[in-house]
């Protein structure tokens, strides 16, 4: 079934491209058909189409908490963030999901339904302990300027008041619940690409981040921590 016309013309320009070319879902109200006023549009990218999608994004466009960006297309307000498609499922705001490409809608009581589904699936999954992980993070990022990573303007030098810490803490549970894994290594790997991803933005260019041990780093410390506390 194609997309509607009028559908299509309702979006800006670069959400229009990013979802026609590279699988992207467009979630929350744009999504709905009935939806008359959209305020923003919340689009969620596949990893495997993200750093594509990256180079898209305008250069004064704006980081968000989630690991996203946020800039203007045509006027309009958009959100754009990388996320596996049970992630998308997952996502508390996403009340409609749509893939205009393939014209493929879907409601949250649908959603609900193949969660049950995998549910299955999901129960034979490794639990990530948070505790662990955020003090893996810390231990790799071994940084007294930027405690657990964090370059943001709450994080002090030393952590005094436990902010830097409280703040990767949070990423860490929200993600945890996004992304799709069977195993600690597996999730560490996903995240990554949230928490410390490969290319940035800075300085009015691209830049690829040194981040290559990152993952072995914490991989590292999370199985040593691990087996400590057995």
């Given amino acids: 079934m194609k997309p509607l016309k009028q559908d299509l013309a309702r979006m800006p320009r670069l959400v229009r491209l990013i979802c026609g ?137 030393g952590d005094p008041n436990g902010q830097c810490k409280k703040g990767c803490r949070q990423t860490v549970d929200k993600w945890k619940t996004r992304l799709e894994y069977v195993s600690a290594e597996e999730f560490i790997k996903k995240f990554s690409k949230i928490y410390c991803p490969l290319e940035t933005y800075g300085g009015n260019k691209y830049n690829k981040t040194p981040n290559a041990n990152w993952i072995k780093n914490v991989t590292f410390f999370y199985n040593k921590l691990t087996t400590e506390v057995v």
């Fill in 21 to 157: 070319t590279y699988d992207a879902w467009i979630v929350g109200g744009a999504a709905n058909p009935e939806q008359r006023i959209i305020k923003d549009w919340d689009v969620a990218v596949p990893f495997s189409s993200w750093i594509h999608v990256a180079n898209l994004i305008p250069k004064d466009a704006k980081p968000t908490l989630f690991g996203g960006w946020k800039f203007m297309s045509d006027g309009e307000s958009v959100d754009v963030w990388p996320s596996e498609i049970m992630g998308i499922w997952k996502c508390l705001k996403c009340t409609w999901m749509w893939q205009p490409q393939m014209n493929i809608r879907i409601m949250r009581m649908i959603v609900a339904a193949l969660l049950i589904l995998f549910s299955c699936q999901s129960a034979f999954a490794e639990t990530v302990n948070v505790n662990l992980l955020v003090d893996s993070i810390r231990q790799a990022e071994n940084s007294y300027q930027h405690p657990y990573g964090i370059m943001r303007s709450y994080c002090l030098p």
